[in-house]
């Protein structure tokens, strides 16, 4: 089975989502890797963003707010701490039940971060974990009769960065819960040191062609795509759609 790869450099928050959501109306089977620049805080699609986003300190920090197409909670997104994949196919090429679609995707990225010395296993229903904590969290849509699954992989963790920009309560910003939040959630540099990013997409693309059968040529957005993508940034750069509950 062939799949196109597509590498893209850093972009903003609304850029990304946006090139997300093209590929999913495409539906193309594709595996793309990015990155967010500058950071961002991105809230799930059922939330409402000023009950979860500290608003005033993300603009003081110059970090990005956006409303995902997909479900789950806010994540932060630190341009030099993570790495973000988005799996986009026909709905019939994943099997139908959505526990199911999810263990496949994230047990063939656990399997590949194997490769660079990290015993990583799927937990929950789309977490993946070392050591009992998480080092990668997911979401998922199906619309236009396709998938869409993107999540993070934690190069580095800020947890007290993170707090800051999330409406979190003040019990929550102590010391105490810092560090206890800080013992539940790991980075590829806390459990191996650093690495370079090529290594860590090179790994997780062995476990999807070992794990999935997928064999990648390396692509592009079509034009249709692109055209898309630059409409849909409209939309998501939009008060609108990011204040819309």
Not at 24 to 30: A, E, N, V
Not at 140 to 147: A, F, I, L, P, S
Not at 217 to 230: N, P, S
């Amino acid at each position: 089975m062939q799949w196109r790869l597509i590498l893209h450099p850093a972009n903003d928050a609304f850029s990304n989502m946006a090139i997300d959501e093209a590929l999913l109306r495409k539906g193309i089977p594709t595996l793309r890797f990015y990155t967010w620049k500058p950071s961002a805080i991105s809230i799930g699609y059922f939330q409402c963003i000023e009950d979860e986003v500290n608003l005033e300190e993300c603009k003081r920090q110059r970090v990005d707010v956006v409303r995902r197409i997909t479900g789950g909670g806010a994540v932060y997104h630190d341009e030099n701490g993570e790495i973000t994949y988005s799996i986009v196919c026909p709905q019939n090429m994943l099997p139908q039940n959505i526990m199911d679609s999810y263990s496949i995707i994230c047990s063939s990225i656990a399997h590949g971060l194997k490769y660079v010395g990290i015993k990583a296993e799927h937990a929950g229903i789309n977490d993946i974990i070392v050591n009992d904590k998480k080092i990668s969290g997911s979401a998922q849509t199906r619309r236009y009769g396709n998938v869409l699954q993107h999540g993070t992989i934690l190069l580095k963790v800020n947890v007290k960065k993170m707090f800051s920009l999330l409406k979190v309560s003040k019990e929550k910003i102590s010391d105490k819960q810092i560090k206890r939040a800080e013992e539940r959630v790991t980075s590829i540099e806390n459990e191996i040191g650093e690495i370079s990013k090529e290594e860590v997409i090179n790994a997780i693309m062995r476990g999807f062609r070992e794990k999935m059968k997928i064999k990648f040529f390396e692509g592009k957005m079509d034009e249709k795509e692109k055209e898309l993508a630059e409409k849909l940034r409209v939309k998501y750069e939009s008060k609108e759609w990011n204040f819309k509950r």
